[in-house]
């Protein structure tokens, strides 16, 4: 077997434990219960765990100048630069609309169901990944220059 391989073979499900986010900079989880479960454990993530598509929701009218100049009010480094981004996107909550129903800020779960849902899962995770992406790339490398 190839390294990717091997690493592969090596992934297993675990609990979750507190030690697991003691240097942790941004959580994502796929629901609202999974994002309830990691601030009970690890209190100091509440402010740096969002479920993917709130964090999509949260940062949809975040320019990237906003964004850029949340991270750049911090020490510089990549850690302290996207904790000024979270600080910022966090403070979105309770400024942005809520979801119409509260389960829109989750991804259904597709477990041992049909690839119908693993389906509907994919097509609400990509885009709420592509968000993250955008946030965590843009506060660690800056903006992007074309041409």
């Given at each position: 077997?190839?390294?990717?391989?091997?690493?592969?073979?090596?992934?297993?499900?675990?609990?979750?434990?507190?030690?697991?986010?003691?240097?942790?900079?941004?959580?994502?989880?796929?629901?609202?219960?999974?994002r309830r479960e990691v601030v009970e454990l690890a209190p100091a993530q509440m402010r740096r765990c969002f479920t993917a598509r709130e964090f999509a929701r949260l940062t949809e009218e975040m320019s990237d100048a906003e964004l850029l100049e949340a991270a750049s009010n911090t020490a510089g480094d990549p850690h302290s630069r996207l904790a000024g981004a979270l600080a910022a996107v966090n403070a979105r909550r309770g400024l942005v609309l809520p979801p119409m129903r509260p389960n829109d800020d989750d991804v259904v779960d597709p477990y041992r169901r049909s690839r119908g849902v693993y389906e509907q899962a994919a097509r609400q995770l990509e885009p709420a990944l592509i968000a993250v992406e955008r946030v965590v790339r843009l506060v660690a490398l800056g903006p992007t220059r074309e041409g």
């Open positions: 077997m190839g390294a990717v391989a091997d690493e592969l073979a090596q992934h297993r499900a675990r609990r979750l434990k507190a030690t697991d986010l003691e240097a942790v900079d941004l959580t994502v989880a796929m629901a609202r219960e999974h």
